[in-house]
């Protein structure tokens, strides 16, 4: 089975930087994207990034592109996600995600392994 393990969250100041990273556990295959989410409280989970296994294709939301870079370490099992100039409506549960497809989506009902969440809370 595969297991996911966020960490890295925190609080932060508007302006400043995060690195979260989401430790991977159990068998993998190169088809496989990894994805980040993220939920605010009332609000539906939204896409924030995602990777190819190789590392050849990434994706990312309007929200934040040219702020956020997502990035992986094969030899590690980790994906990491680096945040940039948070803003508060960054402010929200990210999720680690993994889809057992060959092709990318953006839904999170397309992907099939979760991870429990780390909070990220950016104050103004």
């Known amino acids: 089975q595969v297991q996911l393990v966020e960490s890295g969250g925190g609080l932060v100041q508007a302006g400043g930087s995060l690195r979260l990273s989401c430790a991977v556990s159990?068998?993998?295959?190169?088809?496989?994207?990894m994805g980040w989410f993220r939920q605010a409280p009332g609000k539906g989970r939204e896409f924030v990034s995602a990777?190819?296994?190789?590392?050849?294709?990434?994706y990312y939301a309007d929200s934040v592109k040219g702020r956020f870079t997502i990035s992986g370490d094969n030899a590690k099992n980790t994906v990491y996600l680096k945040m940039n100039s948070l803003k508060p409506e960054d402010t929200a549960v990210y999720y680690c995600?993994?889809?057992?497809?060959?092709?990318?989506?953006?839904?999170?009902?397309?992907?099939?392994?979760w991870g429990q969440g780390t909070q990220v809370t950016v104050s103004s």
């Open positions: 995600a993994a889809m057992r497809s060959s092709r990318m989506a953006a839904t999170s009902s397309a992907y099939d392994y």
């Open positions: 159990g068998r993998t295959f190169s088809y496989y994207y």
């Open positions: 990777i190819s296994w190789t590392g050849a294709e990434t």
